[in-house]
């Protein structure tokens, strides 16, 4: 596997709150809201700003109740469940998200197809993981900041899940970052960690996003504000690494991955 880029480096990290970055992102709201798309539906836009896409399988890996849904459920706009249920199959969730590219300018549609499975159907059918990982894209490696034992299950997370794949983007995400004053895993730790794995590390707050005014509609920009840092490190490895794989650019050399968060 290539190398991880630099934060910074593939995509333009604040685009999406230009007045360009607007127009694009008005394709995936509607009045405000976040649109929700099927399997096989895209955005809409005007002829004179029409792009191109580019679509990727993302299995999302961890431990029962770190957050695998609730992830999801906030990347797609979303309410976040209250309480844990066990995902009793598996899930698929497509996200659309525009970017636009540090070296071109160029402005791309990224396609993000989220696959999320619960760890006991995991356990139970032995064709689920393999039914996750055929076509792959990128694995994201769940840990909770409240749950040691998920942080520390993560260097066999990326053996069992990501041993046999090394063209396949690998991210790791701390879930539950709201409550990090409650945290099990400190800062030394997840310094510790990226010195053995050196990943991207991001966080993200497992919490239902601000509503407008009416008191329960989920406030779609705001949302997509609260998750910009998480849709932009994934369509940063996912180019970067399609670019090294087409020989545009070298596997290494490319400075160590920051540590970000929301």
């Not at 333009?12 to 694009?24: C, T």
């Not at 989220?114 to 694995?139: I, T, Y």
């Not at 970067?240 to 160590?256: F, K, N, R, T, Y």
Request: proline residues 7%; glycine residues 8%.
């Amino acid at each position: 596997m290539a190398r991880p880029a630099a934060p910074g480096s593939v995509i333009v990290p604040d685009w999406h709150e230009s007045a360009q970055g607007k127009e694009y992102l008005a394709c995936v709201l509607r009045k405000s809201r976040r649109r929700v798309f099927g399997l096989l539906e895209r955005p809409v836009l005007p002829p004179p700003v029409a792009i191109d896409t580019a679509s990727y399988k993302i299995f999302v890996s961890g431990k029962s109740g770190v957050g695998k849904t609730a992830l999801v459920a906030k990347l797609a706009g979303l309410e976040v469940p209250v309480a844990h249920h066990e995902t009793t199959g598996i899930q698929t969730t497509v996200v659309f998200w525009p970017a636009k590219l540090q070296a071109s300018d160029r402005v791309v549609m990224f396609r993000f197809e989220f696959w999320d499975c619960g760890e006991s159907a995991l356990k139970k059918f032995e064709h689920m993981l393999p039914a996750c990982k055929e076509n792959a894209d990128a694995f994201l490696f769940l840990f909770s900041f409240t749950d040691r034992a998920s942080f520390e299950d993560l260097p066999g997370q990326l053996a069992r899940v990501a041993g046999e794949a090394p063209g396949v983007v690998r991210m790791v995400i701390g879930s539950k970052f709201d409550q990090y004053v409650h945290t099990d895993v400190p800062e030394r730790d997840l310094a510790a960690f990226r010195q053995a794995w050196p990943l991207p590390l991001l966080r993200v707050k497992s919490v239902t996003g601000r509503r407008l005014a009416d008191g329960r509609t989920l406030d779609g920009r705001a949302g997509l504000a609260d998750v910009a840092h998480l849709l932009n490190g994934l369509a940063e490895q996912l180019w970067h690494q399609d670019q090294v794989a087409a020989g545009l650019l070298p596997a290494e050399g490319c400075p160590s991955p920051g540590v970000a968060g929301s």
